[in-house]
Nanobody, 123 residues
Framework: QVLLVESGGGLVQPGGSLKLSCTAS????????MGWFRQAPGQERRFVAT????????YYADSVQGRFTISRDNAKNTVYLQMNSLNTEDTAAYYC????????????????WGQGTQVTVSS
């Protein structure tokens, strides 16, 4: 069992930045590939970014490419999502997730999920 806890969400103005964190406990964090997903009201959960267990490979959704950066610190059991140039379309609940066998953009392939942290972009 892997327990994931997200933090860092909040209210930010368009053009602003936020950094989300997701801290894991329960298993060896460095064995897991990690992903960030987001879900807006009335919409399905969508892929944002993913990073391999080693941190060597990272992939992003087209909608966030160049604005968001996923990273991890295996010594701290934490994965991060740096979000810059935020716009109103980025408003959603953000979830981190963990899996093995490689990073993935497919939500149903992740075995463990956090409870989510809300990001609201509004003036």
């Amino acid at each position: 069992q892997v327990l994931l806890v997200e933090s860092g969400g909040g209210l930010v103005q368009p053009g602003g930045s936020l950094k989300l964190s997701c801290t894991a406990s329960g298993r060896t964090f460095s064995n897991y590939d990690m992903g960030w997903f987001r879900q807006a009201p009335g919409q399905e959960r969508r892929f944002v970014a993913t990073i391999s267990a080693s941190g060597d490979n990272r992939y992003y959704a087209d909608s966030v490419q160049g604005r968001f950066t996923i990273s991890r610190d295996n010594a701290k059991n934490t994965v991060y999502l740096q979000m810059n140039s935020l716009n109103t379309e980025d408003t959603a609940a953000y979830y981190c997730a963990a899996r093995t066998f490689g990073p993935s953009a497919v939500a149903r392939l992740y075995a463990y999920w956090g409870q989510g942290t809300q990001v609201t972009v509004s003036s």
